[in-house]
């Protein structure tokens, strides 16, 4: 493998390594993988395929889960399939078209989700604090447009990416050492000035994902300031229970992803290796535990799955007195 470094050459092919330091262990890397990959796919797909069937649940917080476990699956095929084919066949080359469309994808479905998680925080926060208004609030029409408003804001905020990548120049070196493309990781081996990618990076991640972080915070300071003005111990009890699983998804999406910052910015003596390892569980842990904690948490979703696994057996043999 050669890697040019012409002045003028800007390079249209590019070898993604997986996780410098760790080659040698890279089958017992994909075992953990593999098995989230298939247990995100698996779960997700039921999860949705079970909202979809049972009119019980075409309620708003089912259908904001339906919408955030198909951003789950969009996210964790993104990245995964790509990750295993470099651990198994050291598959590692993409293209420039390829990896910029990954670095689309890839960051508009994590915007995606993060506005999901804030709407369902919103449906949380009326269904306790207006429980009574909270069918006529949140119809079916306004679920509808809130999903296409997540999804344009996601979109339309990622797409100039590909254009600020699409004016570089990539002549310092063609070799990523990671699993999968991102902007700033990939726009630093530019021999342009990036600072306009840089500046822009930061717009979207203070206009999207931090100012979602912030209203999700002011919703859950509304809906306590509400719970604990009920008399009753077990009304409390009950409402701050129908947040536990939104709270654990929430951490889980964004807990990884916060300490991945830190370790970037402050952690420079850590080996490359974990930051790649880190960036990779932001992308493994939410989408295969976001099924189990909502299936396991939420009766309505854990009856439907113990019907839909275990069906009932039906007795065809009839009994008659002589």
Not at 68 to 84: F, H, I, M, R
Not at 147 to 175: D, E, H, M, Q, W
Not at 280 to 305: A, E, F, H, S, W
Request: with cysteine; aromatic share 14%.
């Amino acid at each position: 493998m050669t890697t040019l470094n012409h002045t003028g050459v800007s390079h249209t092919v590019f070898y993604l390594l997986g996780i410098p330091g760790l080659e040698d262990q890279y089958w017992c890397i994909s075992i953990p993988f593999f098995i989230s990959y298939v247990i995100a796919l698996l779960g997700n797909s039921l999860l949705i395929f079970i909202i979809f069937t049972k009119r019980s649940l075409h309620e708003p917080m089912y259908l904001f889960l339906c919408m955030l476990a198909g951003t789950d699956l969009v996210l964790s095929t993104c990245t995964v399939p790509q990750a295993l084919a470099i651990f198994w066949f050291r598959a590692g080359e993409i293209s420039l078209n390829r990896c910029t469309a990954q670095v689309f994808f890839l960051t508009s479905t994590f915007i995606s989700e993060s506005g999901i998680l804030l709407v369902m925080a919103f449906d949380r926060y009326i269904a306790i604090c207006y429980p009574l208004r909270y069918s006529t609030i949140l119809t079916h029409t306004l679920i509808g447009k809130i999903g296409a408003v997540i999804f344009l804001r996601s979109y339309c905020t990622i797409f100039p990416i590909i254009f600020l990548l699409k004016r570089l120049t990539f002549c310092r070196t063609n070799i990523l050492p990671t699993t999968v493309c991102e902007h700033i990781a990939l726009a630093k081996y530019s021999c342009d000035d990036i600072r306009i990618n840089i500046w822009y990076g930061i717009f979207v991640l203070i206009s999207t994902m931090i100012l979602d972080v912030v209203l999700i915070f002011v919703s859950y300071v509304l809906i306590l300031h509400a719970v604990f003005g009920i008399p009753s111990q077990d009304a409390r009890h009950k409402a701050l229970n129908t947040c536990g699983s939104h709270v654990c998804v929430i951490i889980l999406f964004y807990g990884p992803g916060i300490f991945s910052s830190f370790t970037h910015r402050f952690g420079r003596h850590i080996s490359p290796h974990i930051h790649v390892l880190l960036a990779n569980v932001c992308v493994l842990v939410p989408p295969m535990m976001n099924p189990i904690i909502y299936g396991i948490k939420t009766k309505q979703i854990r009856d439907q799955v113990t019907h839909v696994l275990f069906p009932p057996k039906i007795c065809l043999w009839k009994w008659e007195p002589d």
